[in-house]
């Protein structure tokens, strides 16, 4: 069983442009977190996710962060218009949906540099 | 709402030798999960090891245990004959639960530690 996957791994953007990160949970599962880690410090979380519906977004920024999680396909979190400060780790979580396991398995995680 | 804090932002030990990661935490909630990863210099989160606070025992997994004290809010993990491949940064994290042990919420993490075991 394939664990969560992240890609890409390392994402560099300059000011102003777009960031598309993407996360493809374990085999089974259908909830979906994502954190923030910046440089010397702890994850932070961002947002919550269940398939096409958002359930707890309130660690996500009010502007240009947004994040889905459709029927098929990845988990997407997309940044707009980046910035220096965006620059960071950015882990992705998922859990199964069904009772009876704690523990939330985590990506790799996408490396973004904002230039 | 629930805060971790992680007081020492820098540990270290001597091979074979056991050492204690210290971590308290605050929370309102009555039923919480309490858990410790491992994040090495690669950067993946390893989770190492989980405590509810119902549970009555404290958490115990290969040389990792949790030493668990409700009253003093304290979730401190223990790595017994440490090895080269510890070093490492340690996060503490908390969840808030369910009375039946299982959830869905987010994780709050602490600050970290740095692990630095020397041979």
């Known amino acids: 069983n394939a664990g969560v996957m992240q890609n890409p791994r390392h994402l560099v953007r300059r000011r102003g442009q777009e960031a598309r990160l993407r996360c493809s949970p374990m085999?089974?599962?259908?909830?979906v977190y994502w954190y923030r880690q910046l440089p010397e410090e702890g994850l932070k979380f961002m947002v919550y996710?269940?398939?096409?519906?958002?359930?707890?977004e309130s660690g996500m920024p009010k502007e240009r962060f947004s994040a889905e999680f459709p029927k098929e396909g990845p988990s997407i979190l997309r940044i707009q218009q980046v910035v220096r400060g965006d620059s960071a780790a950015y882990f992705c979580?998922?859990?199964?949906?069904?009772?009876?396991?704690?523990?939330?398995?985590f990506g790799p995680g996408t490396r973004l540099t904002v230039t | 709402a629930q805060k971790i804090t992680q007081t020492q932002p820098g540990m270290f030990v001597q091979e074979k030798e056991a050492v204690t990661l210290d971590c308290t935490y605050d929370?309102?909630?009555?039923?919480?999960?309490l858990f410790w990863y491992k994040q090495p210099s690669s950067g993946e989160m390893i989770f190492l090891i989980y405590q509810g606070s119902y549970d009555q025992q404290n958490a115990t997994e290969g040389r990792y245990s949790l030493n668990f004290q409700k009253a003093r809010k304290s979730a401190n993990l223990v790595i017994s004959a440490s090895q080269l491949g510890d070093s490492a940064m340690y996060f503490c994290a908390m969840r808030e639960e369910n009375a039946g042990g299982t959830s869905y919420g987010k994780l709050t993490f602490g600050q970290g530690t740095i692990l630095t075991v020397h041979p």
């Open positions: 979580a998922s859990s199964p949906s069904l009772a009876g396991d704690y523990e939330q398995y």
């Open positions: 929370t309102s909630d009555p039923s919480y999960g």
């Open positions: 996710l269940q398939k096409e519906n958002i359930i707890d």
């Open positions: 085999k089974g599962h259908s909830h």
